[in-house]
C-alpha cells in the first residue's frame, strides 16, 4: 500500500507558503507506517520544533490501474475520506532551500492521519465537498472540491502514468490554506460537509 500526496492544490495554500501555482500536480509519497494504529494519538517528533497540520480530502484507490485516462478515472475509487498531512515544516523549508527532497518532512510515524470513515461517493456532490479542521475548538482550515487546481480524476489520471495504483492506495489532495502549528495537548477535529469524520489528540 502507499500513501500519495498532492501539495499546491488549493491556491491560497500555495500563496500563503509563498509557492508558485503548479502547472502540473505535485505529489510526493508517504510510507505505510507514516499511518498509525486507530485511537493513537499523535506524539510529536523530537527532531522538529514546528509541526503543522494539513487537513485533506483522501480518495480510497479500489481497483488496480495504470495510464488511466481522466474520463475513466472515476471507476477506480468509490470512497472519500478525511486525512492530516501533519508536516514538519521548519525540516522542509531547511529541503527546500538546499534543494532535497522533503520525505524527512513528510513521511515520518503518524504523518498520514485518516479518518476511521470513509464516505461513499455516491453519498457526496463530487465536485462540491465541503470540509473542515477544528484546532482546539476553533476553525483553523475550511476547503472545498471545487477549489482544486486539479481534480480527483485529474490526480488520479496524472499520478497512473508514473505509479500503477493499486487497491487500498491512498491519495491525499492537498490542503486549503490556514495551516498551523500543533502543541502537545491539542485536540484536532475534522469534518466533511460539517460532520466529524476525524478527531486526533496531539501528545
Ligand atoms: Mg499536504
Not at 483522501?58 to 495510464?67: L, P, Y
Not at 480527483?152 to 498551523?180: C, E, H, N, R
Request: with cysteine; net charge positive.
Amino acid at each position: 500500500m502507499k500513501i500519495i500526496c498532492i501539495g499546491r492544490n488549493y491556491i491560497e495554500h500555495a500563496k500563503e507558503l509563498k509557492n508558485k501555482i503548479p502547472e502540473e500536480p505535485l505529489f510526493f509519497l508517504k510510507p505505510e507506517t507514516a499511518i498509525q494504529p486507530k485511537g493513537h494519538p499523535f506524539f510529536i517528533p523530537d527532531f522538529s520544533q514546528m509541526i503543522h497540520y494539513e487537513v485533506e480530502l483522501v480518495i480510497k484507490i479500489d481497483r488496480i490501474g495504470k495510464h488511466i485516462q481522466e474520463q475513466f478515472a472515476h471507476k477506480y475509487y468509490s470512497k472519500i475520506g478525511l486525512g492530516i498531512d501533519f508536516t514538519a515544516r521548519d525540516i522542509q523549508e531547511e529541503c527546500k532551500k538546499k534543494g532535497l527532497p522533503w520525505e524527512k518532512a513528510k513521511g515520518f510515524d503518524g504523518s498520514a492521519q485518516i479518518s476511521r470513515n470513509f464516505i461513499n461517493k455516491e453519498d457526496l456532490d463530487i465536485h462540491n465537498i465541503y470540509f473542515s479542521l477544528n484546532h482546539n475548538g476553533n476553525e483553523v482550515q475550511k476547503g472545498n472540491s471545487k477549489d482544486m487546481i486539479f481534480s480527483f480524476d485529474k490526480i488520479i489520471s496524472y499520478v497512473s502514468q508514473f505509479y500503477t495504483l493499486k487497491i487500498g492506495d491512498l491519495i491525499y489532495t492537498g490542503t486549503p490554506s490556514g495551516v498551523g502549528q500543533v502543541k502537545i495537548g491539542d485536540k484536532l477535529n475534522g469534518f466533511i460537509n460539517n460532520k466529524e469524520v476525524l478527531k486526533v489528540l496531539v501528545k
